[in-house]
């Protein structure tokens, strides 16, 4: 496998079919605790990388990717063929691509650094309330 570009990340599906690739800088690296992510990914949250849309390529695949509407003005991404759910998009953050951090293969230039709708979260996840910022 070719090395990414520098200032990039490159990451894929589980079956390899949907290749993308990030350009930094990201804007933000976080897990968020809402239902709808909850639900999306059958996870207590989801950790999203948060790039300008127009810095997220999808290099192949892009035939494979398969678009769920979660609510009005949502879009959650994912490979037709294996299920991984890659992206994300809504109109509450236009211009906005989240990336979901497990499916990069490379580091990003950010580690997570947050919480989003901690308050929705679920009872049985041990309290974080000293990692909350």
């Not at 990003?108 to 709708?117: I, T, V």
């Amino acid at each position: 496998m070719a090395t990414p570009a520098e200032g990039a990340a490159r990451g894929r599906c589980h079956c390899g079919r949907v290749r993308f690739t990030a350009r930094f800088p990201s804007r933000f690296v976080a897990h968020c605790h809402c239902e709808s992510c909850r639900r999306a990914h059958s996870a207590a949250f989801v950790t999203w990388a948060g790039f300008p849309s127009p810095q997220v390529t999808i290099d192949e695949g892009a035939e494979a990717l398969v678009t769920h509407v979660s609510s009005p003005g949502t879009a959650r991404n994912f490979c037709r063929h294996c299920g991984t759910k890659l992206f994300f998009e809504s109109t509450r953050w236009p211009g906005e691509t989240h990336v979901t951090l497990a499916a990069f293969d490379d580091p990003l230039d950010r580690a997570p650094s947050g919480h989003a709708f901690y308050e929705e979260h679920v009872a049985w996840l041990p309290a974080l309330a000293d990692q909350v910022k």
